[in-house]
């Protein structure tokens, strides 16, 4: 059974830091592309960065500069690193995986996701 855990969000002041963490279980993590979405209230879930099994990665335009992803084969994780965060960036964070090489586009692409990680960032 493939299982995605988020860690790591929580509340944080505009121009702070915060590092997301997704570990997965139940799959051959080195096969998967892996990926970080988000969605705020009221608008629609985003893409915001991915990794691929050749360690290639896309970021969102908003993104750029700011967030880092990387992934921990050994471990079977994968980190998002955010600073100088923003308002704007306030959502839930999910992880989700998805089998083959190449950066996969759009939530439906992957079909494994977890449960997500709210952060808040304040004012």
């Known amino acids: 059974q493939v299982q995605l855990v988020e860690s790591g969000g929580g509340l944080v002041q505009s121009g702070g830091s915060l590092r997301l963490s997704c570990t997965a279980s139940?799959?051959?993590?080195?096969?998967?592309?892996l990926a970080w979405f988000r969605r705020a209230p009221g608008k629609e879930r985003e893409q915001v960065s991915n990794?691929?099994?050749?360690?290639?990665?896309y970021y969102e335009d908003s993104v750029k500069g700011r967030f880092t992803i990387s992934r921990d084969n050994a471990n079977n994780a994968i980190y998002l690193q955010m600073t100088n965060l923003k308002p704007e960036d306030t959502a839930r964070y999910f992880c989700?995986?998805?089998w083959g090489p190449g950066l996969r586009m759009g939530a439906g692409s992957f079909g494994h996701w977890g449960q997500g990680t709210q952060v808040t960032v304040s004012s």
């Open positions: 990794i691929g099994t050749d360690f290639s990665t």
């Open positions: 989700a995986a998805e």
């Open positions: 139940g799959i051959a993590f080195d096969a998967y592309g």
